[in-house]
């Protein structure tokens, strides 16, 4: 089984910076996709961005141009730099991770909460 850690969530202001890391260990084949997801008070869990192991992107609309996710494969990390951060990114942010072991499975972080203040 694999087990995520995030790291680096906060309280912001609008327009600054935040950069959430999500470390994987524990034992797998393979971790094929990595993402970011979020779920706000009242809302439901949504993707904010994957990373296929080979380095492709995907980003939800509302971040595109402003959240980069990026992986390091050898250390089973995986970032979210989030740059010019709103009053509706505020939301528990989970990490998650697709992989093999024996299986397809999948994994969720405890989640890290991001508090943008207007």
């Known amino acids: 089984q694999v087990q995520l850690v995030e790291s680096g969530g906060g309280l912001v202001q609008a327009g600054g910076s935040l950069r959430l890391s999500c470390a994987a260990s524990g034992w797998f084949h393979r971790i094929n996709d990595m993402g970011w997801y979020r779920q706000a008070p009242g809302k439901q869990r949504e993707l904010v961005a994957a990373?296929?192991?080979?380095?492709?992107?995907n980003y939800a609309d509302s971040v595109k141009g402003r959240f980069t996710i990026s992986r390091d494969n050898a250390k089973n990390t995986v970032d979210l730099q989030m740059n010019g951060l709103k009053p509706e990114d505020t939301a528990v942010y989970y990490c998650?991770?697709?992989?093999?072991?024996?299986?397809?499975?999948?994994?969720w972080g405890q989640g890290t909460q991001v508090t943008v203040s207007s």
């Open positions: 998650n991770a697709r992989y093999l072991a024996g299986s397809l499975l999948t994994s």
């Open positions: 990373i296929t192991s080979g380095g492709s992107t």
